[in-house]
Each structure stands twice: as structure tokens, then as C-alpha cells.
């Protein structure tokens, strides 16, 4: 056998190299998840908390029912910001809840700065258990820089509130903008083809108009009136101001701000919004003899609010052998199919419900919706498993969160119970449809559709041809029949006769209150007391609370927990040149949203889009 060539030997010779490094890179990604997996799970462990200290309640980005599903791979190379941060309500409730009674906990104090999007409504259900902690006898302190609206409602209920010398306190009241794509859309030659039915009937105005229309100015001012009273009287009695001095900081702000030589900290300490100005270091020395403790760099001795309710919080391995009251909650857009969390499924939320219904010792049902709804084919899916929970002699009741309308009205209608939070924004019973054609836009770039069909409506759900005037018709008569459906299962579940349900109906938009008079909804509470009524009506005087979630795998559990895990790092921030572009590129994104999440398999939706803001 003849010796290979130089250069057959060379070639191999390299080749074998290159398998060697392959091997020993493989082999150093392992090793490198191994230790990743190993420091989420055990060089994580938590240490030991202080025997004395305050308890932070230090939320970063929206506060949430439901967090969305994030995967763990692009929260490691992405960039964590206030914008898509999420934090479970739940978590900060129940670690006030714990801290109350906790002999350990001496205090609570409340850093706000990084905290987004929270809310009047959740904001509201925050303070029942603030209102405990604060009869405990332990003090409550509000922290920060420069207080945003939403910030400021919760840090009104401290006994101190602290701002920076140069911060302030932005007051500017509630509004409903949005996007109109109407003369966009016609110069893309974009035809989108909307049938609505209820005369206010506002979600299909973008695609139609340039403007909010006056009946829709004159609903949504409503609405929003009722809101920022809440606010401003909330805020009023909270700092002990006389009524109307919010409006009057707020409409009257230039003026105040001149007067003290634009110095906005001075104007809410004048004004009484906040009690003292710090410098952050002066904020810490004032805190470290409110907790009278401090850690090894000097700063005062305080527990993170998700790091506590985790240890505080039972471990559950399952559902126990006792009653229990099964809270299911439905967050986002209502879509077909199966969805993740932070989006509501039909097939996935009407599983989880059926679940319920069927698992030993569920007694109960409390619905947790926040939602302005969606597909109302995937929301029938949904209502009929609440039906059949009924049915099967299981009582269900409907917490409505910031926004239940439309679609997460229709959901909610069949319960034996719906609570409201005094700020939930309810009702829009309406339906539209929606189908977009693009025939004009491929037209200008040279492209045309043409073929033959075997009957009048072959190929007419195509989106590259004219709307077909039966197809036209038929989506006129099924959105007519849809609203009479809507209406007709509003009366049936409310005990109303579809002649009293109709003028309430329209599509019009509901405050709590007004919706507690109409009787859309039955009491005013929180989720709390949603679960005590739905404890009531099972006849249970002990019971366990079980929070149902979709089931995971041991390969999703594992993501879950490396997404939390990087999450919960902040290794790298969001550019000032990245935030700015996402902002100007938002009304494109609202659009392509807005029409990507039209999956109805009918093209029929219940949707409230202005009740977004209260979200």
C-alpha cells in the first residue's frame, strides 16, 4: 500500500485539528450550561434574610396579571428595560401581605423610579394590602427622583414622600389618542374593508377616519373623567389637600413653576405632594434610621419584594387534597388557537377551564379578565366552557381587572358573579369585521391577480383581489347577526331583557360605576373579593387558593426559569438611540399589530380599542 501525499497528509492533518477544536468547544459550551444551570439553581441559593429590615417594594417596567411568555435566549442577548420588564401584581400584594406580619419587617419603603406602567385600577388593589401593612404600625416610605402619574398615585399612600431636589412630581391628567390610518392607508393603496355594528362601535374608526369621531370624543371623555376623578380626589385625601387643588397644580403649572424660578421639586413641596426633598445620599441616611439597620456598604437594610414573597410564598407541589377556588386569568388580546401567556387563547384559556371544572377538589372559579377582547369566535370557545363550569354545578366568578370590555365582556356575562375594580373600564358590546385587501398596492408596483373560479365567491378571501360584493354582503349580515348574539347572551346571563341590554350595548364604554348601576356587573371590589364571593357561593368556610396555569414540561420549566433568571440580571440597558427609535417607529407598530392581530377565522371581533389607556 503506498504512503499517502505531502498534501493529502497535510489536508488530513488539518481536518484532524479542526475535529479536536470542534470537540473542545462543544465540549466548553456544555461545561458553560452545566455552570449557568447550576448558578440558577444552586449558586443562586438565597441567602439567609435580616433579622431586621424594610421591605422594597422596587418594580421595574408594567405591572401585570400575567406575565408574557419570554423566551430565554432573547432576554440574554436583548436588552431588559422599563418598556418590557413585567411584574406579577400578585407577587407585590402578597409580599406586602407577608411583611405585615413578619416581626422582621419594620417598614416598608417604595423606590419608584423604574417602575412603568402601572395603572389606577391595580394601583387600587395594591393599597388594600398598603392599608394592612400601615395598621401593623409600621411606616411606609415613598422614594424617588422624579414621580410620573402613575408612580405618584401609589406613592401617595406613604406616610413620607421623598423627591430629589431636582425631581418633581409630573401630574398631567388621563387622554385617549390614537393613530388614524385612514389617508396613510389610501396612499399605500391599502383597502381595509370594515362592517361594524352598534353605533359606537369606536375599534374600526382608525382604519376609517383621520380623527376620533364626536360621539366617541363625547363617550371616551366620559370615561376618562371618571378616572382622573378617582385620581385626583384618591390623591386629595391621601395628602390631606383641599378638593380641586390637583386640577389646580395641574392646569395651573407653568404659573407655579414660575414662581419658584422653575424649580419643579419646590412646586410639589410648596404644594404639598411631596414631604421632603433629598439628595440620594441624604434619602439613604434618612432611611437607615427609619429602618435602623444598614448592610456592609452602608446603605439601609432592606429585602426586595420578589426575593421575600419567594421565601415566603408555600412551596407548592401540586393541588392539595383540600377545597380549593381555582383563579384562571385572561390577559391581552383575545386570539384563536393556543396562545402563551400575556395573550388569551380560546383553545388554551377554555382548557385550563375545563380543567378546573374536572380536577377533585375545585369548588369554585374566579375569572381573572383583563382584557379589551378580540376574536369572537375564540371568545365563544371560551364562554362556552364557563357555561359548561356552571353547568356542572361549579359557581364561577369574574374578577374584572383595569379593562374588561368587548370580547372580555362577552366572556364575562355567563357568571354567576362579576366584580369590578372601582376603576375597571367595561362594557363596548359591539362587534365589527375587518378584512384588508392590498390589490391596489401590488397594482402600482406592476403585479396583477386574474384566474377563473368554479362559483361566484372562488377565491374571494384572497387578499390580492377586490372584495367580492357577496362576500361584502355576507360579512354585513354575519356582523348583524354577531351583535344580536352578543346582546341576546348579555341579557340572558345579566337577568335583563335584550330590550334593556340594547341602549347599554352600541358599543359603548363603561365606567365601574356606571356599569354597577346598568348592572353590567354586580359589586365593586378586588380580586380578593372576588375569591371570598366565589368562596361564598361554594358554601366553603376553609379553603386553599389555587392559581391555574397553563401545565409545562420539564424543558419549559427549565426555560421559565433561565428567562426569569436573566431577566432578573438587567446585564445590559436599552440605548437612548434604540428607545428613541422604537418611539418614532410606534404608530407603524400599533398598525401592523392592530392588523396582525385580526386572526378570526370568520373575520368577526369584539374589540375595544380606545380602552387600551386604562390599561
Known amino acids: 500500500m503506498s504512503k499517502p501525499s505531502l498534501v493529502r497528509r497535510f489536508f488530513s492533518g488539518i481536518w484532524r485539528l479542526l475535529t479536536r477544536i470542534r470537540l473542545a468547544l462543544s465540549n466548553i459550551l456544555f461545561l458553560a450550561m452545566i455552570a449557568f444551570i447550576y448558578f440558577i439553581y444552586v449558586g443562586g441559593a438565597p441567602e439567609p434574610l435580616p433579622d431586621k429590615a424594610a421591605l422594597l417594594l422596587n418594580m421595574t417596567g408594567t405591572v401585570v396579571d400575567q406575565k408574557s411568555e419570554v423566551n430565554p435566549f432573547q432576554a440574554l442577548l436583548g436588552a431588559p428595560s422599563r418598556e ?75 406616610d413620607t414622600v421623598i423627591a430629589h431636589p431636582l425631581g418633581g412630581v409630573a401630574l398631567e391628567g388621563y387622554s385617549s389618542y390614537h393613530n388614524y390610518f385612514r389617508e396613510a392607508l389610501k396612499k399605500i393603496s391599502v383597502n381595509v374593508h370594515v362592517f361594524r355594528a352598534g353605533d359606537h362601535k369606536s375599534a374600526v374608526e382608525p382604519f376609517m377616519r383621520d380623527d376620533m369621531s364626536p360621539a366617541e370624543k363625547e363617550l371616551t371623555s366620559r370615561w376618562l373623567n371618571n378616572l382622573w376623578g378617582q385620581y385626583s380626589t384618591i390623591v386629595e385625601i391621601q395628602r390631606g389637600l383641599k378638593p380641586g387643588m390637583v386640577d389646580s397644580y395641574v392646569n395651573n403649572f407653568a404659573q407655579l413653576l414660575q414662581k419658584q424660578g422653575g424649580d419643579a421639586a419646590e412646586t410639589a413641596l410648596q404644594w404639598g405632594l411631596v414631604d421632603k426633598l433629598l439628595t440620594r445620599s441624604e434619602g439613604n441616611d434618612y432611611l437607615v434610621e427609619v429602618v435602623g439597620a ?101 359557581p364561577v366568578v369574574v374578577s374584572m381587572g383595569a379593562v374588561a370590555a368587548s370580547g372580555g365582556y362577552y366572556n364575562a356575562a355567563d357568571a354567576d358573579e362579576i366584580w369590578a375594580t372601582p376603576s375597571t373600564i367595561t362594557g363596548s358590546i359591539g362587534v365589527f369585521a375587518a378584512f384588508p385587501t392590498f390589490e391596489k398596492l401590488l397594482q402600482r408596483v406592476g403585479i396583477y391577480t386574474d384566474g377563473v373560479g368554479t362559483t361566484d365567491l372562488a377565491g374571494s378571501m384572497r387578499a390580492d383581489r377586490p372584495l367580492n360584493p357577496q362576500l361584502e354582503a355576507a360579512l354585513t349580515s354575519g356582523v348583524a347577526f354577531a351583535y344580536k348574539s352578543f346582546v341576546q347572551i348579555v341579557a340572558q346571563g345579566r337577568d335583563m331583557t335584550v330590550a334593556e341590554v340594547d341602549p347599554l350595548a352600541q358599543g359603548r364604554v363603561w365606567s365601574a ?31 386553599e387558593v389555587q392559581y391555574v396555569e397553563i401545565p409545562l414540561s420539564p424543558r419549559d420549566m427549565l426555560m421559565k426559569q433561565l428567562a426569569n433568571s436573566v431577566g432578573s440580571l438587567h446585564v445590559l440597558t436599552q440605548s437612548a438611540a434604540s428607545s428613541a427609535l422604537s418611539g418614532l417607529l410606534g404608530p407603524m407598530q400599533e398598525a401592523a399589530k392592530e392588523l396582525g392581530s385580526m386572526q378570526d377565522p370568520g373575520y368577526l371581533y369584539m374589540r375595544c380599542v380606545s380602552c387600551s389607556m386604562a390599561r
Do not use: C, W
Request: glycine residues 10%; charged residues 25%; aromatic residues 6%.
Open 84 to 158: 418590557n420588564h413585567e411584574v406579577l401584581l400578585r407577587d407585590i400584594i402578597e409580599a406586602i401581605d407577608y411583611a405585615a406580619e413578619d416581626p422582621a419587617i419594620n417598614s416598608l419603603v417604595m423606590e419608584l423610579d423604574s417602575l412603568g406602567r402601572l395603572g389606577i385600577s391595580k394601583t387600587q388593589e395594591i393599597v388594600d394590602a398598603l392599608e394592612n401593612f400601615r395598621e401593623s404600625g409600621k411606616p411606609i416610605v415613598a422614594i424617588g427622583d422624579y414621580y410620573t402619574q402613575d408612580q405618584y398615585l401609589l406613592a401617595s399612600h406613604a
Open 294 to 394: 444598614n448592610d456592609d456598604d452602608g446603605l439601609y437594610e432592606a429585602v426586595v419584594f420578589e426575593r421575600y414573597v419567594a421565601r415566603k410564598r408555600p412551596l407548592s407541589l401540586g393541588a392539595s387534597d383540600g377545597d380549593r377556588v381555582a383563579v384562571i386569568t385572561a390577559e391581552g388580546t383575545i386570539l384563536p388557537g393556543e396562545q402563551p401567556p400575556g395573550s388569551i387563547g380560546g383553545d388554551s384559556l377554555a382548557r385550563l377551564i375545563r380543567g378546573a371544572v374536572e380536577a377533585d377538589g375545585v369548588k369554585a372559579i374566579v375569572l381573572r379578565i383583563n382584557s379589551g377582547g378580540g376574536s369572537m369566535f375564540a371568545s365563544e370557545i371560551i364562554r362556552e366552557q364557563v357555561v359548561y363550569a356552571r353547568n356542572m354545578g361549579l
Open 513 to 543: 360605576a356606571d356599569a354597577l348601576k346598568a348592572g353590567l356587573v354586580d359589586s365593586l371590589g378586588s380580586l380578593d373579593d372576588a375569591i371570598a364571593a366565589a368562596a361564598a357561593r361554594a358554601d366553603l368556610e376553609t379553603y
